[in-house]
């Protein structure tokens, strides 16, 4: 070998472009593969070092575009030429900017197929991007995401997505629109927006370019996302949305998606199913701050009866979901809880739960107020009811007249009265069209 390369150093430099190029397809197809790295790495360093630019670039795109075509099957042994190579060139990186971005490419492919993500994305955060189009830095910059995620790298994955974003109108492709929507609600979804990600997860699935069965994917992440949001008017608004829909019906998060939309109370036994199906980051671990350990200290002294718990706050991300949720699902049920009643339904210190309740109130997710001298929280009874096609699943829409009776904690009550006998009579209509029962006919 390396007397091939005395020889070509000696020739005219128009002949020796050709020299190099038969010598690369020679190493190439040698039978005794234990060689071909070897060689190529000393022939990659000759034209390096000692040919010129012109010469160099013509070699070394040679030996790329073979690399790429699969010239080598071994996946080892092609993993290791790139790497070599990569090494070589890349303190001339200048000089070689476009074989050394084909090579990283390689590299990362090699590495994705061996599912080593987090040493994929590495590869292509080195790739030179000043001489891409936009067009390309936006599908770099996506997959790169895409890598990160996938070892749940999500705080260096916003960075290369915020990165994309500004680059996002630069291509008309469906495929890299539909990668970016897709990283859009992943990236939600890791940094805990995840009503915003139950939203993008839930329009993604609609979608008939993607296979069925990762629509069905992305359904499921939509409902999972729902159910951790915060509960509130804007989350029963993604819960209406998800449980109108049918398809619902045939995941195994369905029974905890029905009790939340309506407004039913979850039970351990539930959360812990549902919590089976979590992945790590939606199980994180979340921080009481110092003001809300402070104000959760304050229990009811005046009360013979102990606390039935001691815990000062919600523990995971899961956790504060359904104690949000069975708050909210109390205020239907009850016109006022006193501080230890709602500390033992959500499993809270008084002083807790009472904060808890504080900070919904003051954020607009619940309607009430806080009597602190007898200890109880009331509900606003007032609140402005679901629509029936809405809670009825859509038998139809049912007419409501305010009725000022004079006893406000009964209109509640009323209205409950008036849209169960409405939605019977709406059922009995549906029946008697498709003649499953007969109208009785009354004697003249």
């Given at each position: 070998?390396?007397?091939?390369?005395?020889?070509?150093?000696?020739?005219?430099?128009?002949?020796?472009?050709?020299?190099?190029?038969?010598?690369?397809?020679?190493?190439?197809?040698?039978?005794?593969?234990?060689?071909?790295?070897?060689?190529?790495?000393?022939?990659?360093?000759?034209?390096?070092?000692?040919?010129?630019?012109?010469?160099?670039?013509?070699?070394?795109?040679?030996?790329?575009?073979?690399?790429?075509?699969?010239?080598?099957?071994?996946?080892?042994?092609?993993?290791?030429?790139?790497?070599?190579?990569?090494?070589?060139?890349?303190?001339?990186?200048?000089?070689?900017?476009?074989?050394?971005?084909?090579?990283?490419?390689?590299?990362?492919?090699?590495?994705?197929?061996?599912?080593?993500?987090?040493?994929?994305?590495?590869?292509?955060?080195?790739?030179?991007?000043?001489?891409?189009?936009?067009?390309?830095?936006?599908?770099?910059?996506?997959?790169?995401?895409?890598?990160?995620?996938?070892?749940?790298?999500?705080?260096?994955?916003?960075?290369?997505?915020?990165?994309?974003?500004?680059?996002?109108?630069?291509?008309?492709?469906?495929?890299?629109?539909?990668?970016?929507?897709?990283?859009?609600?992943?990236?939600?979804?890791?940094?805990?927006?995840?009503?915003?990600?139950?939203?993008?997860?839930?329009?993604?699935?609609?979608?008939?370019?993607?296979?069925?069965?990762?629509?069905?994917?992305?359904?499921?992440?939509?409902?999972?996302?729902?159910?951790?949001?915060?509960?509130?008017?804007?989350?029963?608004?993604?819960?209406?949305?998800?449980?109108?829909?049918?398809?619902?019906?045939?995941?195994?998060?369905?029974?905890?998606?029905?009790?939340?939309?309506?407004?039913?109370?979850?039970?351990?036994?539930?959360?812990?199913?549902?919590?089976?199906?979590?992945?790590?980051?939606?199980?994180?671990?979340?921080?009481?701050?110092?003001?809300?350990?402070?104000?959760?200290?304050?229990?009811?002294?005046?009360?013979?009866?102990?606390?039935?718990?001691?815990?000062?706050?919600?523990?995971?991300?899961?956790?504060r979901a359904v104690m949000e949720h069975n708050l909210?699902?109390?205020?239907?049920?009850?016109?006022?809880?006193?501080?230890?009643?709602?500390?033992?339904?959500?499993?809270?210190?008084?002083?807790?739960?009472?904060?808890?309740?504080?900070?919904?109130?003051?954020?607009?997710?619940?309607?009430?107020?806080?009597?602190?001298?007898?200890?109880?929280?009331?509900?606003?009874?007032?609140?402005?009811?679901?629509?029936?096609?809405?809670?009825?699943?859509?038998?139809?829409?049912?007419?409501?007249?305010?009725?000022?009776?004079?006893?406000?904690?009964?209109?509640?009550?009323?209205?409950?009265?008036?849209?169960?006998?409405?939605?019977?009579?709406?059922?009995?209509?549906?029946?008697?069209?498709?003649g499953f029962v007969q109208?009785?006919?009354?004697?003249?």
């Open positions: 070998m390396d007397s091939r390369l005395t020889q070509f150093a000696a020739l005219n430099q128009k002949d020796k472009a050709p020299a190099y190029l038969s010598l690369v397809s020679e190493i190439l197809t040698r039978q005794d593969q234990s060689l071909i790295a070897p060689d190529l790495h000393t022939l990659v360093e000759t034209v390096v070092q000692d040919v010129g630019i012109v010469v160099g670039r013509q070699v070394l795109s040679e030996l790329v575009r073979n690399l790429g075509t699969g010239s080598i099957s071994d996946h080892n042994l092609r993993k290791r030429i790139v790497k070599e190579t990569l090494n070589t060139l890349q303190p001339r990186i200048v000089s070689y900017e476009e074989q050394v971005n084909s090579l990283r490419f390689q590299l990362a492919d090699l590495l994705e197929t061996e599912e080593e993500w987090s040493e994929a994305a590495r590869v292509l955060m080195g790739i030179s991007s000043r001489s891409l189009p936009d067009e390309e830095k936006f599908r770099v910059n996506i997959r790169i995401v895409r890598l990160l995620l996938e070892d749940e790298d999500s705080v260096q994955a916003e960075t290369y997505y915020n990165r994309a974003a500004s680059l996002s109108n630069s291509t008309s492709d469906r495929e890299t629109q539909l990668q970016f929507k897709l990283c859009q609600a992943r990236i939600s979804d890791y940094a805990r927006k995840f009503l915003e990600a139950a939203m993008r997860y839930h329009e993604l699935s609609w979608l008939a370019e993607i296979d069925e069965e990762e629509r069905k994917e992305m359904l499921s992440a939509a409902v999972t996302c729902a159910v951790l949001a915060p509960a509130g008017p804007n989350r029963s608004r993604v819960l209406a949305s998800l449980y109108r829909d049918e398809r619902s019906a045939d995941l195994p998060s369905y029974n905890i998606l029905s009790k939340m939309f309506l407004d039913h109370i979850l039970r351990p036994a539930e959360i812990r199913t549902f919590e089976e199906r979590l992945r790590p980051h939606q199980l994180a671990k979340i921080a009481i701050s110092s003001n809300d350990q402070l104000a959760s200290t304050i229990d009811d002294d005046d009360s013979a009866e102990p606390s039935t718990s001691t815990r000062r706050g919600p523990s995971t991300v899961l956790d909210l699902a109390s205020s239907k049920i009850y016109n006022n809880i006193t501080f230890r009643g709602l500390g033992a339904l959500l499993d809270l210190a008084p002083g807790a739960a009472e904060t808890m309740a504080r900070k919904m109130i003051e954020q607009g997710r619940l309607k009430g107020s806080i009597d602190q001298v007898d200890k109880l929280i009331w509900f606003d009874a007032a609140r402005e009811e679901d629509d029936a096609q809405g809670k009825a699943g859509g038998l139809g829409d049912v007419e409501q007249t305010n009725e000022d009776t004079g006893a406000p904690f009964t209109k509640r009550w009323d209205l409950q009265i008036r849209m169960t006998a409405a939605n019977v009579e709406t059922i009995v209509q549906h029946l008697a069209e498709k109208q009785p006919t009354v004697a003249a």
